[in-house]
């Protein structure tokens, strides 16, 4: 019975990586929504930074990018701007963090596909909601301070936090298991799920599992419609490998959220159990996927939208994750 399981097993992820790999290459953006004017410019700050040189140096570039000193290096927490620029000017002499920016310049020598991917996702959203404002967008080496920061205005990419997963200079505040997603690939996925709660209704009213479940199903929805190319792998954060065993395992799954009554559970420790970070859903299986609540409210919100002939806007809009379970018609895949 295990060697049959085993090649079961083999032949659905062979089945599975196969298709996925057909999808890729079958899959082309919308001509139309290309057509947009629009273009992102991405300023590496980085390269300004390590090579300011002096006092004077830093205070032209604080002045120089003011939104990037107030909000994400917090120029309020100092007395004055020179005291800032003195310890911008001995925190960039620091030998550990210039290796550190010269080792993101050989992985990143240009960032062109960069500049692509976040074009063509900014004209997808700006097609889905033109009242979408395109930030300025900033690349930066932090020392591991800061993966990404986004506002209504900027967005801020910490560089050294996407550096290959063996490499010798990795996260120190990250577990292997979160770390392994700070790969190039993932970078404009995270960049347009955070965008995506900008338009993800809510509401308080509703602080359920299954509540947390449809926010992150609308978010993993909103991100694989932006970017309609891009594996799901790279949208959840799941292997490919994991990715078959959910699909494998979703009845299972379901029934298991059925017979335990989870979906109105209120419980935040319990929500956090299915929906949180983790390296495994221990509770169901120490072979199901961290986040399986998010996967499983995923798979809801695409049949939820599939079978209510809904624009992105009025699924983004609608705040009611009751009445999105309800009117899903979602069943677990045979």
């Known amino acids: 019975m295990n060697q049959l399981k085993l090649i079961y097993c083999c032949l659905l992820l062979l089945f599975y990586f196969s298709s ?11 001509a139309e929504i290309l ?25 032209f570039l604080l002045e120089k990018y003011p939104e990037f000193t107030e909000r994400y290096l917090w120029s309020n927490q100092y007395n004055s701007k020179s005291e800032m620029a003195n310890e911008l000017l001995a925190l960039h002499r620091d030998t550990t963090l210039v290796e550190l920016y010269e080792e993101v310049m050989v992985h990143y020598p240009d960032i062109e596909f ?8 900014f004209k997808y959203i700006k097609y889905h909601f033109p009242e979408f404002k395109v930030p300025k967008v ?48 993932y970078i404009v996925p995270m960049i347009v799920m955070a965008i995506s709660s900008t338009f993800n209704k809510t509401t308080v009213a509703q602080s359920t599992l ?30 490919p490998e994991e990715i078959a065993a959910s699909f494998d395992n979703e009845e299972f799954i379901w029934s298991y959220f059925v017979e335990n009554d989870l979906f109105f559970e209120t419980n935040p420790f319990i929500i956090r159990k299915y929906t949180g970070e983790a390296p495994a859903t221990d509770e169901i299986s120490l072979d199901a996927p961290g986040r399986i ?13 599939s079978n209510n002939n809904l624009d992105l806007r009025g699924l983004m809009d609608n705040w009611d994750s009751d009445m999105i379970f309800r ?3 979602y069943k677990p895949r045979p």
């Open 20 to 30: 996925c790999k057909q999808k890729e290459q079958d899959c082309k953006l919308d």
């Open 35 to 59: 057509k947009t004017n629009l273009n992102v410019e991405i300023i590496r700050l980085e390269n300004d930074f390590f090579g300011a040189k002096s006092e004077e140096d830093f205070l």
């Open 114 to 121: 960069l500049e692509i991917e976040l074009t063509n996702a």
């Open 138 to 185: 900033y690349t930066f080496v932090s020392g591991f301070a800061s993966d990404l920061y986004l506002d209504e205005d900027m967005i801020v990419i910490g560089l050294d936090y996407y550096l290959p997963f063996e490499h010798r200079f990795q996260p120190p505040d990250l577990p292997q298991y979160i770390s392994n997603r700070y790969q190039r690939p």
């Open 210 to 239: 299954l509540a947390e479940m449809i926010y992150y199903g609308k978010a993993y929805h909103f991100t694989k419609s932006i970017l309609p190319c891009t594996s799901d792998e790279y949208i959840i954060g799941y292997t």
């Open 293 to 305: 609540g998010r996967w499983l409210g995923w798979n809801i919100v695409d049949d939820f939208r």
């Open 327 to 329: 009117q899903s018609g």
